[in-house]
């Protein structure tokens, strides 16, 4: 059932969403002064950790918990104060048991190390670059290449492609920091 929500929510209400908030701030923004847009920063450097829930029902059977730490970094530009692309490669890794496949039991150390690799586009709710706290929403194109050695047998390594759903705030250093504005 929840999965169900989920995918409902993930792929009919979010891209409407995305849509038709993307059509509002293009329209708006095309109004606004071009010296106003060269003034403001368009670069912007992220360096994040985090939690990683990966979509496994028995993770925690192989790795003690269902999640594990992660952590990335990500470069993106600013088309307007509202639209931002960008690239962003993290690292994720745990260590844990095996299954033995004579028994179906766990046992033998496993190591798993997953690469995501992400394009996004990001609608950011800004509104003056005075703002401290800017709250945002998007999503993206990821490949995964992932990892997997269990001792005494063979690696197991590859990549998949998918989609992701992000949200979150950015801090705005600008208050702080006014010189790079003027």
Partial sequence: MCRKIFHHWLFRIVPTWICATLISVVTSTATSAETEDAKRPHWSVELKGGVFYPDQDDWDRFYGEDYTGQISAALAYKL???IELG???GYISDRGEGLLPLNQSTGGDVTITLVPLNVFVLLR?????DQLVVPYIGGGWTRMFYRQEVRGQNDVEGSEDGYHLRGGIQLLLNPFDPGPQQ
Avoid: M
């Fill in 87 to 89: 690239i962003e490669s």
């Fill in 125 to 129: 709710a800004v509104f003056n670059e």
């Fill in 80 to 82: 307007t104060r509202h």
